[in-house]
């Protein structure tokens, strides 16, 4: 069994910042990459950000959030973060970590956290 549990969410006010925290734990042998999605009220969900490792590290990003919002991840404790600054109204949304793990049992499939609220005032 492989948990991700994420931290961090909560309510600022538009230009503030916050942290986001993802721990992936449990039957964890490797963890290749790891991201953060969001998804608001009657919208699909999108992905925020992502980075890989192993061979080189890769990040990606929303076009939405570029220049903004930096992910970043502690390979030793299996962690990723979403730091994210001058947030807006419209990054609003229930923000879940996911990650691409293969477990002690050599089984590879992506897990996905339970989701942590990020709400953002005007």
């Known amino acids: 069994q492989v948990q991700l549990v994420e931290s961090g969410g909560g309510l600022v006010q538009a230009g503030g910042s916050l942290r986001l925290s993802c721990a992936a734990s449990?039957?964890?042998?490797?963890?290749?990459?790891m991201g953060w999605y969001r998804q608001a009220p009657e919208k699909q969900r999108e992905l925020v950000a992502s980075v890989t490792s192993g061979g080189g590290t890769n990040y990606a990003y929303a076009d939405s959030v570029k220049g903004r919002f930096t992910i970043f991840r502690d390979n030793a404790k299996n962690m990723v973060y979403l730091q994210m600054n001058s947030l807006k109204p419209e990054d609003t949304a229930v923000y879940y970590c996911?990650?691409?793990?293969?477990?002690?049992?050599?089984?590879?499939?992506?897990?996905w956290g339970q989701g942590t609220q990020v709400s953002v005032s005007s």
């Open positions: 449990g039957s964890v042998s490797s963890v290749y990459s």
């Open positions: 996911s990650a691409d793990v293969r477990t002690f049992a050599s089984v590879r499939r992506n897990y």
